[in-house]
């Protein structure tokens, strides 16, 4: 991939026209998410279902949550899984995918011998940092506490870990630096790090996008179809803009009355999960500023993954605006793919990777953060196409959107699928273990200590599980007596 997030070094597709399967062992691999496997999926349920996709073809492949699983996977086995069958799951697989709060449940995995992919795209202990920004302090320190003390478990078994871009490998290899794992035989056997740590983005389909029936332009009260559609397609969280996006919007329907705000998802797929203070904060400005109905409108459910290309193609221009936090800075935005996905002009705030692929590429424009003035003219610009800066982009658009595509950004997975393999550190990592166990080397302290600490709180576990919730709370209790097992 040239010029993307995703373009690293140690990402090996297949060659053109190659038939790999046919020479490839079958192995049993287990993929492993937190989230409810539905026709609803958040952005993790969303990437282990299309990990398992495209493991499917060449290999045995279970999808397993410890939530909700109303779906049928697609050439593999997709169920729920109570946590006293975790460890017959794995013990029956070759090569375990893991994303999420895991390990500090289940103390077990470290002693496996199974090959442990550990999906670092969410940098989930820069996230909690905002998160849980107008919580009580000590609350947020537990939190943290927690999630480091997680971190720190999955870097220290995994045997390959995956990111989104090269930004977050930079973070990860300072990680996995404190942790010891960048050491003598790592990088002896690649000094090149990307048999250790490699970059799979979050991707999008292969296949182009189908409108089967209007969604928004026509469909909504208020919006008619010859009006002109900005998205913000996804979630509202703490950690995104949208009041300088309204405020934006405010401006533009003095020079564009046409324009049209939609927010593709104001209720999260997990019924457990409550509104977000900043959501909240932006229904009330839109109602202050009288654009409620008229030119901002809040989509009130959370649209089917198998059916957001209706809404996505009644869009003219997708919209992301975050604030210039360090979660910005390591962030993939994912909703910026289904933009690519659906050829969408792409105004986005600075200071992410996307950012950069948007300013270097074409695909419409970048604009300095919490600055509405700035926002309003590139979304203008866009809206009316003026000197033709909305067709440039949208042709730039799809020259770019196939390097991002599931069967792109999943090649490395799959190829070290193909051949699975313990760390090359793992034997040792394995000996100093058995020592402590023994007595005769003292554990190292401090992000144990940390970590164990941590554990203590199991409603600081449920508030940082991606999906959240009252149910996950007594599932979060439930591994804690796992873990004896």
């Not at 959107?401 to 090359?424: H, N």
Request: charge should be negative; charged fraction near 25%.
């Amino acid at each position: 991939m040239t010029g993307a997030p995703g373009d690293a070094a140690g990402s090996v597709a297949p060659a053109p026209g190659a038939d790999a399967s046919a020479a490839t062992t079958r192995r049993r691999v287990l993929v492993v998410t937190l989230d409810t496997i539905a026709d609803r999926m958040a952005g993790p349920a969303i990437r282990a279902w299309e990990i398992s996709r495209a493991l499917a073809p060449e290999h045995d492949v279970r999808l397993v949550t410890f939530g909700r699983c109303t779906r049928q996977g697609e050439g593999f086995e997709a169920r729920h899984i109570g946590v006293g069958d975790f460890r017959s799951e794995v013990d029956a697989s070759d090569v375990v995918v893991v994303q999420g709060f895991v390990f500090n449940a289940f103390d077990w995995l470290q002693t496996v011998e199974q090959v442990l992919v550990v999906d670092l795209y969410d940098p989930f202990q820069l996230e909690t940092l905002e998160v849980d920004r107008y919580k009580p302090t000590d609350e947020r320190h537990r939190a943290l506490a927690f999630a480091l003390g997680e971190l720190s478990l999955q870097v220290r078994r995994g045997d390959l870990f995956l990111c989104a871009s090269r930004r977050q490998r930079d973070l990860w290899i300072g990680h996995l630096a404190a942790a010891g794992r960048i050491n003598p035989e790592t990088y002896d056997a690649d000094p090149s790090l990307a048999s250790l740590i490699t970059i799979v983005p979050f991707g999008t389909s292969a296949e182009p996008p189908r409108q089967e029936r209007r969604a928004v332009k026509g469909v909504t009260a208020g919006i008619a179809e010859t009006d002109k559609v900005v998205l913000w397609g996804g979630g509202v969280y703490n950690w995104f803009d949208p009041l300088t996006l309204v405020h934006a919007v405010d401006r533009v329907r003095r020079t564009v009355p046409e324009v049209r705000l939609y927010f593709l998802g104001m209720k999260h797929p997990n019924p457990d999960v409550p509104e977000m203070a900043v959501a909240t904060r932006t229904r009330a400005l839109s109602d202050e500023l009288g654009l409620t109905g008229r030119h901002v409108f809040f989509n009130e459910d959370w649209v089917a993954y198998e059916r957001r290309a209706d809404h996505l193609l009644d869009a003219d221009v997708g919209v992301s605006c975050h604030f210039p936090h360090v979660e910005t800075e390591f962030s993939f935005r994912t909703r910026i793919l289904d933009y690519l996905w659906t050829g969408l002009p792409i105004v986005t705030t600075a200071g992410d990777s996307f950012a950069e692929l948007v300013a270097a590429r074409g695909l419409g424009r970048v604009v300095p953060p919490e600055d509405a003035d700035a926002l309003a003219d590139a979304l203008e610009e866009l809206l009316v196409d003026r000197d033709g800066a909305a067709t440039a982009a949208r042709d730039a658009v799809r020259e770019v959107a196939p390097e991002f595509t599931w069967p792109v950004v999943l090649a490395p997975l799959v190829e070290f699928c193909r051949t699975p393999r313990r760390a090359a550190d793992a034997a040792r990592i394995a000996a100093e273990r058995e020592a402590a166990a023994s007595g005769s080397v003292t554990p190292r302290p401090g992000v144990r200590a940390l970590a164990a600490a941590a554990r203590r709180d199991a409603g600081a576990a449920v508030r940082h599980l991606r999906a959240g919730g009252v149910r996950q709370v007594v599932a979060k209790v439930r591994w804690r007596l796992a873990r004896r097992r």
